[in-house]
């Protein structure tokens, strides 16, 4: 089986706290405010609206269009993810307001951008700019909430799903719900739904979209990573359909990319029974419209459905509503509500945990394993690296038997610790359930590499 990504960047997971040091802050004595955006987009060619066919010839050269973006990036100061795959493209790049708007006017009159309405030249009308707006997405942040230098990839799949040569079927079997949609099919009374948070469980622990009916969150997979995604819905394919029957699936994730393969491989083995929706645009999308909404006085904060904070992979941790509303997560150490993103201190463990203000100095470990670990460490009685694997701790070990309930798989015992390349070479399904599709390796445990692409 070939190998469907890289995983051999080293490093860690990206950090969740940055301080801004480039032109585009308006420092004052009490915090920085940037004046430059991130923008957060992506195409999957065969998607709606699909590429022109007098275009399509041009997406076999990934390295021609990876080649486009690092020039870009280079001229125009800018820093970000980009991944370029032969289905499509991923991308979030942040940069001074000046530069990132010459870039949007640079992606407009490039072939990769074509058939989006996003208008070619300067000379943009009303209609194309707000297509650019929901396109693109931008958001307040600068170049800084990323590392130095733009990081562009080949890659195998836009956003690491880790199926092998999947594609939908057919893309019209799911409907995608521009904000104002999804937010009144929420509230539709006649035909019950369900909501479907197709994200990782620690970006669904710090904010979630509610139903204004039952005012309860729907469901949210305890997955660890987008790649354990499939993995999940055949596990619990049972399960799903027995809640999912007769009702109407709303899915969402942070900015649509992972709904737009996700959730179409979700509703292939639903059956077509059942009417599935996605959130065009993500909770990104839903937030920027709420916002509006609360501007033109139409809304107010506490009528947004998204409850908490959107988790975006960046330095900037999580973005909520211009408006801060009551956090609905809380602090790991002294149980105070908090929407403040951390990571577990002990070495190897990385685990995204949610600290408050106050609590940060007190160096959080996740767990009673990972004070224990790090005892051991000190002692010399233990140690962790990049090759040795280290046990679970309790929070992994919880995580997991949800992920794995009711299957006969063997459950992987440690963490930080990835499948050699050998095992992948030779198919090896590691740990993952028996099924129709080829699922790339079961990597047991780390979000150093894989769970940052999930943009
Ligand atoms: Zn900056
Ligand atoms: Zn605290
Ligand atoms: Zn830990
Ligand atoms: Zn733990």
Request: aromatic share 8%.
């Amino acid at each position: 089986m070939k190998r469907l990504e890289s995983d051999s960047a080293s490093g860690f997971s990206d950090p969740v706290t940055y301080t801004c040091t480039c032109a585009s802050s308006h420092t004052s004595s009490t915090s920085t405010h940037p004046s430059g955006s991130v923008l957060l987009y992506y195409r999957y060619w065969a998607a709606p609206p699909a590429l022109p066919a007098s275009a399509a010839h041009l997406t076999s050269d990934t390295n021609a269009l990876a080649a486009w973006y690092s020039q870009q990036t280079a001229t125009l100061h800018l820093s970000g993810k980009i991944r370029c795959a032969p289905e499509g493209f991923n991308v979030t790049v942040g940069g001074s307001t000046a530069e990132i708007s010459t870039f949007i006017s640079a992606c407009a009159a490039h072939w990769s951008f074509s058939g989006l309405g996003l208008g070619s030249s300067d000379t943009v009308n009303q209609e194309e700019l707000e297509a650019r707006q929901r396109f693109f997405k931008p958001s307040p942040g600068c170049a800084c909430v990323f590392g130095p230098k733009a990081s562009v990839r080949v890659v195998a799949e836009a956003t690491p799903m880790g199926v092998e040569g999947y594609a939908p079927a057919d893309w019209e079997k799911v409907v995608a719900l521009t904000p104002a949609a999804f937010h009144a099919k929420c509230h539709d009374e006649r035909r019950q739904s369900v909501l479907v948070d197709v994200r990782n469980h620690y970006e669904s622990r710090i904010g979630y979209f509610v139903s204004p009916l039952t005012g309860e969150p729907g469901l949210r997979p305890p997955i660890r990573r987008f790649s354990q995604w499939p993995q999940y819905v055949k596990g619990h394919l049972d399960e799903l359909k027995g809640d999912m029957a007769g009702k109407q699936i709303l899915t969402y994730c942070t900015g649509g990319i992972r709904c737009e393969k996700g959730v179409r491989w979700m509703q292939e083995r639903l059956g077509d029974g059942e009417t599935v929706f996605t959130l065009k645009g993500g909770i990104s999308a839903y937030l920027d419209w709420m916002n509006a909404e609360i501007q033109e006085g139409r809304k107010t904060a506490a009528e947004s459905l998204f409850k908490g904070k959107n988790y975006v992979f960046d330095a900037r941790g999580a973005i909520g509503l211009n408006e801060q509303g009551t956090p609905v997560s809380r602090c790991l150490a002294c149980n105070k509500l908090s929407g403040r993103l951390d990571k577990c201190r002990s070495e190897g463990c990385h685990l995204v945990v949610v600290v408050c203000e106050d609590c940060q100095s007190l160096d959080p470990r996740c767990c009673q394993d990972c004070r224990d670990m790090d005892t051991l460490i000190a002692r010399g009685e233990e140690r962790v690296g990049k090759f040795v694997p280290r046990p679970m701790c309790a929070c992994e070990k919880e995580r997991e038997d949800q992920m794995w309930a009711g299957n006969r798989v063997k459950k992987p015992k440690t963490q930080g610790w990835r499948k050699g390349k050998k095992d992948e070479k030779k198919g090896g399904q590691g740990d993952v359930a028996p099924g129709d599709v080829k699922i790339k390796g079961y990597l047991p445990m780390s979000d150093r590499t894989s769970d940052a692409e999930n943009l």
